[in-house]
C-alpha cells in the first residue's frame, strides 16, 4: 500500500517514521505548508534518513507525483478548517484517513459538513475516515467491541488516566501542567485547554448502540497538585496546575448512560485504560498503565489505512470498516 | 430484522429467549430435527410462552414459513457436518451466522469446505459468519482489534480461565469435572473432551497480523484438584478432575508467536480472561472476573446479525465485517 502524508507536524513526522519500518505499506508522497520542509526529502525531516519521497507545498502537488493508494491528513483538528483538504483529497479518488478528532463522527456536531464529505466521498467511491487513539479507540471503538458479548447494556463508562510525564512536550503543555489555577482557567476559557473529541465518542457509542441521547456534557477542570510534581520539562508545585481532567457526558432524561472521564496529569497516580459496561454481563476491563497516546495514535492511523482502503465509499466510522488491526 | 433459529439444544434455546427480550430483532422461523419439538411454538420450548413461531423439521419448511433476513444455526460444531446446512440455508439466499467454531476459520484447517461455502455464499449473495465468545471473541478478534494501537507486534498471548462452577451442566461434564485421571484421559483420546477452536483463533490471529506459522499445536491435559472442590452439581474429591486445559501454540520457526491458554475448572481460584501483546507498546489488557461463556456466546451471536447482512457475500470472518457491537 502506498500512501502520502498530508502535514509533517509532530504527529504526521512519527508516522512518517513509523512507516517506513513497517512492511506492507510505503510512503509515496508528502505535503506540509511549512516553507523549511517544502523540497526537502520526507525521511531527512523525519530522522529517518532518506526515503526518496519529496515535500510538495499543496496537496494537489502531491497527489500528482505519485501513485498512492490513500492519505493521510494530520494538519488540523478542526472539521470546519479539514474539510476543503478531504474534499480535495477525495476529489482525486483517494481515501483519506485523518487524526482530525472532529472527523470521527460528525454526523450529530457538523451535520452539514459530514453530509459534504460523505456526498463528495460516494461521488468519488472512496472511503474517509477519523480515527486514532483517543477519540477513535480507548473510549469508543474498544468499549463498543466489548458490548458484542453483552445481550443488554445499559451503561457505560470509561476512564483514561495518564501520566503526562511520559507524552511529548506539545502534550504536557497542552493539558496545563505547570500553570497557575488563574492561567489554566483563562486558557479553558479561550478553549486552548482542551481534549477534543470525548463529544464524537459519546455520539459514536450512542449511535452504534441505538441510543437516542438527549443532553451531551462536556466538562473541564484542572487537577491540582497536593504535593510538588515533576517530568523531564515541567515542574509543578503543590497548588499548582498538575494537567486536567475532563469528563464527558451522554444522558437521555436524567439518566447518565454515557460516562468518559479523560485525566492527563503530571504525576498521576494511578494510569490506565478502564471499562465498564453494566447490562448482562457486566464488564470491567482494564488495560495495566494505559496504551501510551503517542505511539497508539500513530499505529491506529497507519493500521486503519488498510481498512479504509477496503471500505465502501463514503464518511465511514471505525465502527462501519472491517477490524482494525496491526498487519505485516 | 427477522432470524430464523435453525437448531433447538441449549444455545439455540437460548438464542431464542434473549431474541424475544430484544428490540431489533425477531424470530420469524425455527428449526430442529427433535421430534418433540417439532409442531411446537419456539417459546413455550424455550420458556418465553408463545412467540407465534412453529418448529419445522427441516431448514427448507423453516425458510419457507416466513420471510426472514439471516439465519442462525447452532446445531454442530464440525465443519463437515454442518456444510450441507450451510448450503442449503445460503442457497436461499439468506445470510448464516453460526456458533460451529470450526467455521470462525476454516481456510487453513479445512480449505476445501472453506472454499465452497464461500463460493455458494458468493452466488447467492449472502455472507457467512462463524462466531461465539470463543472461538470469535476473547481469544482471537479482542485481542487482533488491541493490536490496532501497536506500531509492532511481536507475539500474543491469551489466557481464559474459568471457574466451571457457574456455567450449565453441559459445560460442567464437557471438562471432565468430577472424573477421575482414567477416565478422562480416556476421554481425551476419544476427543470427547476438548474445547473445539484453539487452532481456529489462532489461524485468524496469524492472517489478519500477517504471520506466516510453521505449526500449530493444541495440548490437553486434566487440571488436578489439590483439594476436594464442588459446584451445585458436581464433587471432586482431591487427585481428581476438576477440570480441563489446553494450550495452542502459533510457531515461526521455534518462536512462540500466539499463546492461548484455555482453562475451565470447578474451584479455578484466579479467573479472569486475559490478553498479553508484547511489541510496541506492551499491551497488558484483563477483564475482571472474565466474561460468562454462555451469555456471552448467545449475545455475540445475536449482535452479529446486524452485520452479517450488511456484509460482503461470501464466508466472512469476525475481522472481514464491521463492528461488532450490541445494539437496540
Chains 1, 2 share one sequence.
Not at 230 to 257: C, D, F, Y
Request: hydrophobic share 40%; proline share 5%.
Amino acid at each position: 500500500m502506498k500512501v502520502i502524508q498530508i502535514g509533517l507536524g509532530p504527529l504526521g513526522r512519527k508516522i512518517a517514521r513509523y512507516i517506513s519500518e513497517r512492511s506492507g505499506i510505503e510512503m509515496a508522497g508528502a505535503a506540509d505548508i511549512n516553507p523549511e520542509f517544502i523540497g526537502q526529502d520526507v525521511g531527512e525531516i523525519c530522522g529517518t534518513g532518506p526515503l526518496g519521497v519529496t515535500v510538495k507545498s499543496t496537496i494537489m502537488e502531491a497527489i500528482e507525483s505519485c501513485d498512492a493508494d490513500c492519505a493521510i491528513l494530520t494538519t488540523v483538528s478542526s472539521l470546519q478548517i479539514i474539510t476543503p483538504q478531504i474534499l480535495e483529497v477525495v476529489g482525486h479518488g483517494l481515501p483519506v484517513v485523518s487524526t482530525s478528532e472532529e472527523l470521527l463522527h460528525p454526523w450529530k456536531t457538523e451535520p452539514e459538513l459530514a453530509s459534504r464529505i460523505d456526498a463528495a466521498a460516494k461521488a468519488s467511491n472512496a472511503g474517509v475516515l477519523g480515527t486514532g487513539i483517543n477519540p477513535g479507540f480507548l473510549m469508543d471503538s474498544l468499549p463498543l467491541f466489548l458490548t458484542a458479548v453483552c445481550q443488554r447494556v445499559d451503561s457505560v463508562k470509561v476512564s483514561r488516566l495518564q501520566d503526562a510525564s511520559f507524552r511529548r512536550e506539545p502534550f504536557q503543555r497542552k493539558i496545563g501542567a505547570g500553570l497557575a489555577l488563574g492561567e489554566f482557567e483563562a486558557l479553558v476559557a479561550e478553549k486552548k485547554i482542551r481534549h477534543v473529541g470525548l463529544a464524537e465518542s459519546i455520539h459514536l457509542i450512542a449511535d452504534s448502540l441505538g441510543w437516542e441521547l438527549d443532553q451531551v456534557e462536556d466538562i473541564i477542570s484542572p487537577v491540582i497538585a497536593e504535593s510538588p510534581v515533576e517530568s523531564n520539562l515541567i515542574q509543578v508545585p503543590a497548588g499548582g496546575v498538575a494537567g486536567v481532567q475532563q469528563i464527558g457526558k451522554g444522558l437521555v432524561g436524567n439518566e447518565e448512560k454515557i460516562t468518559l472521564v479523560f485525566r492527563a496529569s503530571i504525576g498521576e497516580t494511578d494510569p490506565g485504560d478502564t471499562i465498564e459496561i453494566e447490562g448482562d454481563p457486566n464488564i470491567k476491563s482494564t488495560i495495566d498503565q494505559g496504551v501510551n497516546g503517542d505511539i497508539g495514535t500513530c499505529a491506529m492511523t497507519i493500521n486503519a489505512v488498510k481498512q479504509v482502503i477496503r471500505a465502501r465509499p463514503g464518511l465511514q466510522t471505525i465502527a462501519d470498516i472491517p477490524l482494525v488491526t496491526h498487519f505485516s
